[in-house]
């Protein structure tokens, strides 16, 4: 069975102090690695696709890699509203995802 | 443009009654998904569908049904509720079936089942 796993559960940051975050995958029939950030009572919100290993992408203080069996999101001196869940998911067909738990990250002043 | 709304937001039902989650989109899309989302574990797919008047088992099926009489609207069933199915669900849609389309969220309906 396909799987994606994330790693921390929770991760609390001063401001400015700079981490990454987690996501291992099934590596047999990715598609494609997608992360989405979720604020409490709120739906996901897409952030970043990559496809293969080596990808990267960028967003303000975040950066999405990804290598053979590992994908990363780098928070580069985060605030306060960086506060949120993040979750993983990979596409292994056309009609679905396989998503993370996620890391509940909280950003401290 | 609201892109993808849901109906209720919150609903509270009593073991054995029935309701449906009205999902809409106003996006044109071909593909809708409803999942629901449980402390500790990831979305997990309910149903999906690729297409008008088409539907197709997720994940965790059991205990729901669904219809896609139109494109812009899904339609997920409880006939009758468990405390089981007591989560926030969420419903989806994307473009089309093209790898890179990213699916869309809607607010989600937090259902509590007594």
């Known amino acids: 069975e396909d799987q994606v796993t994330q790693s921390p559960e929770a991760l609390r940051l001063q401001e400015g102090e700079s981490s990454s975050l987690n996501c291992s995958y099934t590596v047999s029939g990715l598609r494609g690695l997608f992360w989405y950030r979720q604020d409490p009572g709120k739906g996901p919100e897409f952030l970043f696709t990559l496809y293969s290993a080596g990808e990267e992408k960028e967003k303000e203080r975040l950066k999405a890699t990804l290598t053979k069996k590992e994908s990363f999101l780098h928070i580069t001196a985060p605030k306060p509203e960086d506060s949120a869940t993040y979750l993983c998911a990979g596409r292994y067909n056309n009609n679905d995802m396989r998503f993370g738990a996620g890391t509940r990250l909280t950003v401290k002043p | 443009n609201a892109g993808v709304t849901q109906t209720p937001k919150f609903r509270v039902l009593k073991t054995g009654q029935s309701m449906t989650l009205l999902c809409a989109q106003d996006m044109n899309h071909e593909y809708m998904y409803w999942y629901r989302q449980d402390p500790g574990m990831g979305l997990r797919l309910i149903h999906y569908?690729?297409?008008?008047?088409?539907?197709a088992k997720g994940e965790v099926p059991d205990g729901y049904n669904v219809s896609r009489l139109k494109k812009q609207n899904f339609l997920l069933g409880l006939e009758s509720a468990a405390p089981s199915q007591t989560s926030v669900y969420f419903c989806a849609s994307r473009l089309d079936r093209r790898v890179y389309n990213e699916q869309f969220f809607g607010p989600g309906t937090r259902l509590t089942v007594l």
């Open positions: 569908s690729v297409g008008e008047g088409t539907t």
